[in-house]
């Protein structure tokens, strides 16, 4: 991989990390909050609906995207690890892929599945959303905080080629 391409590579990995961070961030700081305010059916109805919205290209192409330059990312760093900035570039794509991507699947993702199959109506729906808030919230702020690290790691791995 030339040095250019590294670079632009890193770069686009880096404003990947911190757009998807930023909007992790929006919902582990006041949407998952504003929806447990509404009452369990309201709250249920527009979490579902957010969850089949989501599954879009406009988000899906950088959600997705960024994890595709991360892992090109660390394989070249690996490759070439002696080189500035190898070090930044493994660890912060790493972090994305294992941090966002793999927590999605493994935490975040069955919660919604779940919450999907629930009438928002139910008593069964209400307990389930008494649960979920909490724990897709703070699983969502794992994907926050790897995400936005992430970010930083890359840019200062630009910082040092």
């Known amino acids: 991989m030339t040095d250019a391409m590294l670079v632009g590579l890193t770069l686009g990995a880096a ?4 757009l998807v ?8 700081s006041f949407v998952m909050a504003a929806l447990a305010r509404l009452p369990p059916a309201h709250g ?4 579902q609906s957010i969850n089949r919205v989501v599954l879009t290209p406009w988000f899906m192409a950088p959600f997705f995207g960024t994890a595709i330059a991360c892992l090109i990312l660390v394989v070249a760093s690996l490759v070439g690890r002696g080189e500035p900035g ?5 660890i912060g794509g790493g972090l994305y892929v294992v941090g966002c ?9 069955p919660r919604n599945d779940a919450l999907a199959a629930v009438d928002p ?8 959303w008494a649960s979920y808030v909490p ?5 969502n702020t794992v994907r926050t905080v790897a995400s936005l690290l992430a970010s930083v790691l890359l840019i200062l791995a630009l910082l040092t080629d």
């Open 15 to 18: 404003l990947g990390c911190a």
């Open 21 to 28: 961070g930023g909007v992790f961030f929006a919902f582990s």
């Open 44 to 47: 249920i109805a527009a979490m």
């Open 86 to 90: 190898a070090p930044l570039r493994i």
């Open 101 to 109: 991507i793999a927590v999605t699947i493994v935490r975040n993702v």
């Open 121 to 128: 109506n139910s008593d069964a729906g209400a307990a389930l």
């Open 135 to 139: 724990g897709w919230t703070r699983w």
